[in-house]
């Protein structure tokens, strides 16, 4: 694993202007950066990050089996008892997942770190799926990169035979975000893309445009009815929702269905570390009421909220107090201490790995990158190739 320089492409901007790539800029600051991409080796990509990601995907389905089973592992990942019956329905009846990320630490050299599972709203979809891709296939055009160079890349190709298979040919398929978000929109968008290539007929709208008609039935601003809804909204919000007392009864099937409440929940952590101590893709993770001593023995840890996104209040801490935060909504809930294991550094960029599953399968790779140890909605997007 190699962090080489690259020559942008002189177009690359008006590229992803003509191609719907809306966000490469956030806030004035790149969040597409081509100046740049990381270098594995087939080895690499097969040994350390697409079988571990299985592996770690494995246990996670594992372990929702056996939370679904348990009040108190339901209780103890803080999920509503209002709704553990539609959680336990979902994983009961087989609802099927479309797609999830597994963020990971990794050098090169070393097994891979599970960070967290990103398994209800991930994010980064387009430009993992496809922006990247485009750059790949320029980059060799240019001479840039030589004519064999590859990417661990099928996420585009993966994603329509799944929304193929969980779809109905001509139904519609409803996918909705919230409103003011440049990326959630650009995600749902590429989404009913990709939804009307494998056949579907995808209907864009907003969380706040979803109604409740008198037959308790779910319907969009035309009062059709929504039998399926990809929903870029986490459970955790779904929950707080005055509707969120019909969702059982009113017919519509989620993607992510509710089950995936479980593994975006970063009290996984603790628990896959219970179950398996010791596993060279795990890091050591235990909740704030448990092990005291094992965080008392240590001179750093990092406390993570159970529901947070894109670093929001994320802690380092030490002994002595805290020594790096990311500011967020989250401060109130419960959270898990992980044991310190900062990103790679490559030139002084500190490095996270996006391992991409759609269904079971581990399909593809995004990589981010940042000026601290906690990557956040700003850091920097950088795309990979496969050479040797």
């Not at 089973?69 to 336990?88: C, F, Q, T, V, Y």
């Not at 001509?170 to 909705?176: E, S, T, Y």
Request: net charge negative; with cysteine; glycine share 8%.
């Amino acid at each position: 694993m190699q962090r080489n320089r690259m020559q942008p492409r002189h177009n690359w901007c008006s590229r992803a202007k003509e191609l719907g790539f809306h966000f490469h800029t956030i806030d004035g600051e790149p969040y597409w950066d081509e100046s740049a991409c990381y270098r594995f080796t087939l080895q690499q990509i097969e040994r350390d990050i697409e079988d571990p990601t299985a592996e770690i995907h494995g246990m996670c389905l594992e372990l929702v089996d056996e939370v679904v089973k348990s009040d108190r592992l339901m209780r103890k990942l803080a999920l509503p008892e209002a709704h553990w019956d539609l959680i336990r329905t979902s994983w009961r009846d087989g609802e099927p997942s479309l797609y999830g990320r597994i963020d990971l630490a990794y050098d090169g050299v070393n097994p891979a770190k599970l960070y967290e599972y990103n398994a209800d709203t991930p994010t980064s979809l387009y430009e993992t799926g496809f922006f990247q891709w485009i750059w790949l296939e320029e980059c060799k055009s240019l001479g840039q990169l030589p004519p064999e160079a590859d990417q661990f890349n099928s996420l585009q190709e993966a994603l329509i035979e799944r929304l193929a298979y969980l779809g109905v040919a001509g139904k519609p398929l409803h996918i909705a975000c919230t409103r003011g978000h440049d990326e959630d929109r650009g995600t749902i968008s590429y989404l009913a893309d990709l939804a009307t290539q494998a056949g579907l007929s995808p209907v864009e709208l907003y969380m706040d445009d979803i109604g409740l008609s008198g037959a308790g039935r779910f319907v969009d601003l035309e009062d059709k009815p929504i039998d399926q809804l990809f929903k870029l909204y986490p459970w955790e919000w779904i929950w707080e929702e005055a509707f969120a007392t019909s969702i059982a009864t009113a017919g519509t099937q989620f993607i992510e269905p509710p089950w995936k409440a479980i593994l975006s929940n970063k009290g996984i952590l603790p628990l896959l570390w219970e179950r398996h101590r010791g596993h060279p893709n795990l890091l050591p993770a235990w909740f704030t009421t448990d092990e005291m001593g094992t965080r008392q023995q240590a001179t750093r840890w990092v406390r993570k909220p159970f529901f947070s996104r894109e670093g929001a209040n994320i802690q380092v801490e030490t002994p002595q107090g805290v020594e790096t935060s990311v500011e967020g909504p989250y401060d109130s809930g419960p959270h898990i201490f992980q044991a310190w294991h900062p990103p790679t550094q490559f030139a002084g960029h500190f490095t996270l790995i996006g391992s991409w599953l759609v269904g079971r399968d581990a399909v593809g790779m995004s990589i981010r990158e940042d000026d601290t140890a906690i990557t956040r909605d700003s850091s920097r997007f950088v795309p990979h190739c496969i050479i040797g």
